[in-house]
């Protein structure tokens, strides 16, 4: 078979991207992924010459009567002419959209063609791009089985939200730390705000650093803010490897204790198949609220602890740390319940979808 994925613009829709196309591409299938133009995506693609990839412009639907739909339809134009062209000559037998906009595109494309389509919604709750986008395809895939109820027409399977198999595998704590020059004898802590970076988190962290002694840190800033996080770290004296993007995450989650984070539903599938307890800040203007949700549920679960934006100072965040590090026991129990969480085979399942309804 030949499957197109659309799965560019964000890390949250890529990386599972490309976890479904190694899947595919060890069944004997062509994978062809659809990519933003974002400077993410160039990053995130360096070295994977087994996939063919396309690029199109990104894609967000602004609100009903605004000006910026002029804009938009524009835009929506300059994906789907190119998709039609791309599909004339790749000859896909299916499509599969990761989420959002950018997947409305060869979606569409897809079902002109009346070939089947797919589409995967990672997080407790869609935003308006899926709720369109499932009106289009054969199935909607979920990550998490409390978002069904949002996709009543439609034909659901719950398979997790899928990890690259780069992740698939942990590394020797010792050898991961090492990796990052930080000491196998103190606690590390990993901060991360998803793949473009968290300007709240960011600024709190850095009012925290001084009251983080005895911790180390591992800090992923995004594009802005590693240098000033540098600083703050080294005036405090705290040991840190402070970068904006990290191409072996396995490394760093294999290194940490406890997970500072964002609530994005891929994050949560790695943080969870790893098995780490995580102190969850989700970002409070993602569409639907979804990092709300999502990270609802891994606080009921117990693998998380849920701190509001609104209530996130230096002060608060750092004895938000200070509790859950000081408590190897609460630790231990959080991971535990993490682990529990870890969508299993999810890249299969989402590819056995495709093949079962080809």
Request: charge should be neutral; glycine fraction near 8%; proline fraction near 6%.
């Amino acid at each position: 078979m030949k499957i197109a994925i659309a799965g560019g613009g964000t890390g949250g829709h890529l990386f599972p991207a490309l976890a479904v196309g190694e899947v595919l591409l060890d069944r004997g299938h062509e994978v062809l992924i659809f990519i933003s133009e974002k400077e993410i995506d160039a990053l995130a693609i360096q070295g994977r010459s087994e996939f063919r990839f396309e690029k199109l412009p990104s894609i967000g639907m602004p609100s009903l009567f605004s000006p910026a739909m002029f804009t938009f339809f524009q835009r929506f134009n300059a994906s789907f002419a190119p998709c039609r062209r791309i599909f004339a000559e790749f000859q896909p037998d299916a499509v599969l959209g990761m989420g959002g906009f950018t997947s409305t595109p060869p979606i569409l494309a897809g079902k002109l063609r009346r070939i089947p389509t797919f589409l995967h919604e990672s997080n407790a709750i869609p935003g308006k791009a899926n709720r369109l986008n499932a009106r289009l395809v054969d199935a909607v895939l979920l990550g998490f089985e409390e978002c069904r109820c949002h996709f009543p027409k439609s034909r659901c399977e719950v398979t997790g939200t899928p990890i690259r198999r780069s992740l698939a595998r942990r590394v020797p704590r010792e050898q991961a730390l090492a990796g990052f020059g930080l000491q196998p004898a103190l606690q590390t802590v990993l901060v991360m705000g998803g793949s473009q970076g968290a300007r709240g988190i960011n600024a709190a962290m850095r009012s925290a650093a001084a009251k983080l002694t005895g911790l180390q840190i591992i800090h992923l800033t995004g594009a802005a803010n590693a240098a000033e996080l540098t600083q703050a770290y080294q005036e405090a004296g705290i040991p840190a490897h402070v970068a904006a993007f990290c191409p072996a995450m396995e490394n760093a989650y294999s290194a940490a204790d406890l997970v500072v984070a964002r609530s994005g539903a891929a994050s949560l599938s790695e943080i969870s198949h790893f098995g780490l307890p995580s102190l969850l800040i989700p970002y409070p203007y993602a569409a639907e609220n979804h990092q709300q949700l999502n990270a609802e549920i891994f606080a009921r679960a117990g693998a998380g602890k849920l701190l509001e934006e609104s209530e996130t100072t230096g002060e608060t965040l750092a004895a938000a740390i200070r509790k859950l590090a000081d408590d190897p026991e609460l630790l231990q129990i959080m991971a535990a319940h993490s682990q529990s969480l870890a969508p299993r085979d999810a890249a299969a399942a989402v590819a056995d979808t495709i093949e079962n309804l080809k």
